[in-house]
C-alpha cells in the first residue's frame, strides 16, 4: 500500500510561483501514473495534471497548461508540481493520486494523500 504526503502549499501572490511535493511511500511507486488534484472551497474536486509511471508522458488541465509542470523523481519516491504565474482562481486544496492508469479521471485514482493547501492573493 503506498501512502502520500504533500507538502509545499502556502499563501503566495498573484503572479508568484510554487512548488508542491508529493512523497510517496512503499516499494511500488515507479509502477504507478501520479496526479495532481484541487479541491476549492464549495467546488468539486478537479483533475490537474497527471505523469506515467515512467515520466515520459504528461497531461494537463486547459486551465493550468503551460503555468504548470509536473514531474517525479522514482529514485526519490516523489512528484512534484511546479506552478508558475499562478492566479487567485488557483487557490485549493491541492491532492496527489496514484493509479495504475494514465489517465485524467480521478474516479480511477487512489492512495489520496491529506493535501496541501495553497492560497493566492491578488
Known amino acids: 500500500q503506498v501512502q502520500l504526503v504533500e507538502s509545499g502549499g502556502e499563501l503566495v501572490q498573484a503572479g508568484g510561483s510554487l512548488r508542491l511535493s508529493c512523497a510517496a511511500s512503499?516499494?511500488?511507486?515507479?509502477?504507478?501514473?501520479m496526479g495532481w488534484f484541487r479541491q476549492a472551497p464549495g467546488k468539486e474536486r478537479e483533475f490537474v495534471a497527471v505523469?506515467?509511471?515512467?515520466?515520459?508522458?504528461?497531461y494537463y488541465a486547459d486551465s493550468v497548461k503551460g503555468r504548470f509542470t509536473i514531474s517525479r523523481d522514482n529514485a526519490k519516491n516523489t512528484v512534484y508540481l511546479q506552478m508558475n504565474s499562478l492566479k487567485p482562481e488557483d487557490t485549493a486544496n491541492y491532492y496527489c493520486a496514484g493509479s495504475k492508469y494514465y489517465s485524467g479521471d480521478q474516479t480511477r485514482f487512489g492512495n489520496w494523500g491529506q493535501g496541501t493547501q495553497v492560497t493566492v492573493s491578488s
Open positions: 505523469i506515467s509511471s515512467t515520466g515520459d508522458s504528461t
Open positions: 512503499g516499494r511500488t511507486f515507479s509502477s504507478y501514473a
